[in-house]
C-alpha cells in the first residue's frame, strides 16, 4: 500500500513513511540527516515528520530539496529514554512518537520509524494499532549478521516480551518466516528454536511444545523446521530464523553488541602495538573497512515490530544518520512488499487452520 497525504508536500505516488524525529540519543539532527541521505538515494520515499514545529523546519530547511520531500506535523513533547512506558500511554498524546503512530493508524503512511524509548514504542504500538487477530503477543524481529547468502539471519523476539509460551513461540514462527519471505526473498525459510541442546529432550516444557507445535505447522504454512539449535548457530548457517522469548534474545542481542565492540577494540589496540603492527594496519586497510561494513550495527539498524495491524521499525537510540537511513531503508522496501497485509493474511491463514484442528478434535470425541 503506497499511502498518500498531502501531494504538494511529499509527491505524488510516493511511499510515505511516518517518522518520530525526535526519539533517539543523537536527537532530531542526525534524524534529519539520516532521512535526507534516504531521500538523496531514493526518489520514491516521502515523510511525515512528527515533532516541535519550528525545530524540524529549521533543520529541513538546511538540506536542500527536502523539504519538497516532508510534511510536518506539529508534536512538542518528546518520549524520553527514561520515560516508563505506561506513563507515556496514559499522559503522550501530545509526543511525537504518538503522532507518528497515528499517522500510519489513520492511513497516511505506511510504516512508522521511531528511535526512541523501546517499551513505550511497544505498548503505544498495541495500543494505537492493535494487534493481529489471533496474535497473542507481538514481537521484535531483528537482524543478526551470518554467513548465509541474504548475509543476515532473523531472530525473534529481541525484547518485546520476556514471556513466550508455545503457542507465541509458534506464532513467532510463522511471523518470521512471513519477515523472511517479503524482507530476504526466501521462498521457503528455515526455522530454528533456540534451546540450551539440538537433542529433543532438552529445553524446558514450553520450548518442547513449541518444537511440536512449529514441527506441525511446517507443511501447510511452506517453511522448513531444522529443530533446536544453539547461540553458535545465530551467526551461521544452519537457519535463517531463530525463534526464542524476549528476555533470551534481548541478551543475545545485547551480548552480540558487546561483543563486537570488544572485538573491533582489541583490533584497534592490537594494530597500535609497534610501528610494524601500525604499518600492517594500513596495509589491510582495505580488508578492515570491508569487514567493518559487514559488521557493522548501524548497517543492519531497524528491529520490526511484528504482530500489528500496521508495520513499525525501531531503530536503535543510539543510531547515527547511517543507522537511521538504514531504517528508513528496511520501512521503505517492507512497505515496497506490502508486508503488513502478507502479515496479517499469513496469520489469518494459520488460525483457521487452528479452528480447523479443533473442530476435528471434537468431531473425533463426539464420535467416541
Not at 271 to 283: D, K, V
Amino acid at each position: 500500500m503506497t499511502a498518500l497525504t498531502n501531494q504538494s508536500k511529499v509527491g505524488a505516488g510516493r511511499t510515505i513513511i511516518s517518522v518520530d524525529a525526535m526519539g533517539g540519543d543523537q536527537g532530531a539532527a542526525t534524524v534529519i540527516a539520516g532521512i535526507y541521505a534516504s531521500a538523496r538515494r531514493n526518489s520514491e520515499v516521502g515523510f511525515i515528520l512528527h515533532g516541535p514545529k519550528d525545530e524540524l523546519e529549521r533543520l529541513v530547511a538546511k538540506r536542500k530539496g527536502l523539504a519538497e520531500r516532508c510534511e510536518i506535523r506539529h508534536a512538542p513533547e518528546i518520549v524520553t529514554m527514561r520515560d516508563k512506558p505506561s506513563h507515556v500511554v496514559r499522559h503522550g498524546r501530545n509526543t511525537s512518537m504518538w503522532s507518528a503512530l497515528d499517522s500510519v493508524r489513520n492511513g497516511e503512511a505506511t510504516v512508522c520509524v521511531s528511535c526512541g524509548n523501546t517499551g513505550a514504542l511497544m505498548l503505544m504500538s498495541v495500543i494505537r494499532l492493535r494487534k493481529l487477530p489471533g496474535i497473542s503477543r507481538p514481537a521484535i524481529a531483528v537482524m543478526w549478521p551470518s554467513q548465509n547468502p541474504q548475509k543476515h539471519n532473523i531472530m525473534l523476539d529481541g525484547g518485546a516480551d520476556i514471556r513466550a509460551d508455545a503457542k507465541d513461540l509458534m506464532q513467532y514462527a510463522l511471523m518470521g518466516a512471513s519477515y523472511a519471505r517479503n524482507g530476504y526473498g526466501l521462498a521457503r525459510p528455515r526455522i530454528g528454536l533456540l534451546n540450551v541442546g539440538t537433542e529433543e529432550h532438552k529445553g524446558r516444557a514450553e520450548l518442547k511444545g513449541a518444537h511440536d507445535l512449529i514441527a506441525a505447522n511446517a507443511e501447510s504454512a511452506d517453511y522448513e523446521f531444522v529443530g533446536f539449535v544453539e547461540g553458535r548457530d545465530l551467526p551461521g548457517t544452519r537457519c535463517d530464523v531463530i525463534v526464542t522469548d524476549g528476555f533470551t534474545g534481548n541478551v543475545a542481542l545485547k551480548t552480540g553488541e558487546g561483543i563486537a565492540k570488544l572485538i573491533s577494540d582489541l583490533l584497534r589496540e592490537a594494530f597500535q602495538y609497534s610501528p610494524l603492527s601500525r604499518l600492517a594496519s594500513l596495509l589491510a586497510y582495505t580488508s578492515l573497512a570491508r569487514l567493518k561494513r559487514r559488521v557493522d550495527p548501524s548497517r543492519a539498524n531497524g528491529g520490526v515490530f511484528l504482530g500489528l495491524n500496521g508495520t513499525v521499525v525501531k531503530s536503535h537510540g543510539a543510531a547515527d544518520a547511517t543507522g537511521v537511513s538504514s531504517a528508513i531503508k528496511l520501512a521503505f522496501e517492507l512497505a515496497q512488499s506490502n508486508f503488513s497485509a502478507k502479515l496479517a493474511a499469513r496469520v489469518a491463514s494459520a488460525a483457521s487452520l487452528d479452528q480447523d484442528a479443533g473442530i476435528e478434535k471434537q468431531s473425533d470425541g463426539e464420535t467416541e
